[in-house]
């Protein structure tokens, strides 16, 4: 039998909690805040961002909706990030990727304060995580290690293999897993034999962008799967990269798509947020 994984409740849940810590710093004068920087017209981008304000709005957390057009150069969206660096109302930038060819993406990461990198995806707070000094962590990595903490899944000494090397995911998620003592692999477009590979997980995590490329012979029996694809199929549909119906029965836990690992990533921004005002508070 396989268990489905449920982000979306935990995700919930994770929200329910930060209610009470938002209006525990509301009542000594700090309104958790989150300015969200979103450069361009991507369609896929614009559902994340009122995603991200909607969640911010129902726990209390303040949003800042910042709006650059396409043609919008890379010094003025700099100039942005380091406004809100330097306000002391703002305690969590974040500038939503991808952002259009002419602006370099590295530089303006690179711009964020790293104490209101969210996303935890400055190199700062990246090598940080590498040396388990972690201050901020990447959304995604840190809903997963969330999510397999809920069900009671502990991957200290279990083989774990990532599909996918992307500074987002698969990169700082490989530096979780082994902060929290699993042994790691990291598998990628040129990883030779990759069915042989992923046979070996007992929780195996993919993140690949490729619709339903996971399917029951790429697993062994009693796995854990973490699914964090996110794709769209040809009838508009959302889709992982595990074939869902294939590895039902064989894997022992799966997350479904939608409703595991994408509620998380954002549950995760907002907790993070709201750590970021606390410390605020106790750096003041
Ligand atoms: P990237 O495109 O940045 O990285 C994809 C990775 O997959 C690369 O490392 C690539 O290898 C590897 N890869 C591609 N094809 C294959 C293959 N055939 N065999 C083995 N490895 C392969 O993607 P992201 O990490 O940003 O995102 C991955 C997926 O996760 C996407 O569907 C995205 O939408 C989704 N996502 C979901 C989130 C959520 O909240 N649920 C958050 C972030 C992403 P190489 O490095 O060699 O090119």
Redesign the pocket.
């Known amino acids: 039998m396989t268990i489905l994984m449920n982000g979306r409740d935990l995700a919930q849940k994770v929200r329910e909690s930060l209610k009470e810590r938002v209006n525990k710093l509301k009542k000594r004068g700090v309104t958790p805040t989150l300015a969200v920087i979103l450069v361009g017209d991507d369609e896929a981008s614009k559902v994340y961002v009122r995603n991200k304000h909607r969640a911010a709005e129902k726990i209390g957390i303040k949003t800042i909706d910042k709006k650059l057009p396409q043609n919008a150069g890379q010094e003025e969206v700099i100039k942005v990030v380091k406004s809100y660096n330097n306000d002391p109302n703002v305690h969590g930038v974040l500038v939503q990727m991808p952002l259009p060819k002419q602006i370099d993406e590295k530089a303006v990461i690179d711009a964020i304060s790293p104490k209101k990198d969210v996303d935890g995806s400055h190199p700062e707070n990246m090598g940080r995580l590498f040396m388990n000094e972690a201050r901020a962590l990447p959304c995604?990595p840190r809903?997963i290690m969330e999510l397999l903490d809920e069900y009671d899944i502990d991957v200290r000494g279990q083989e774990v293999v990532i599909?996918?090397?992307?500074n987002?995911?698969?990169r700082p998620l490989a530096a979780l897993m082994i902060n929290a003592s699993a042994t790691v692999t990291v598998?990628?477009?040129?990883?030779h034999k990759?069915q042989e590979v992923t046979k070996k997980a007992d929780i195996l995590v993919v993140?690949?962008?490729?619709a339903g490329?996971i399917d029951e012979s790429y697993i062994k029996p009693g796995a854990v799967v973490i699914d964090?694809?996110?794709?769209r199929t040809a009838e508009g549909k959302l889709s992982g990269?595990v074939n869902e119906a294939s590895v039902m029965g064989k894997a022992s836990f799966l997350t479904p798509v939608p409703g595991g690992?994408?509620p998380m990533?954002v549950s995760m921004l907002m907790k993070q947020t709201v750590e970021f005002a606390e410390r605020s508070v106790v750096d003041d």
């Open positions: 995604t809903g599909v996918g090397r992307s987002l995911v698969g598998a990628h477009s040129v990883t990759l993140a690949v962008g490729q490329m964090v694809g996110i794709n990269d690992v994408g990533t």
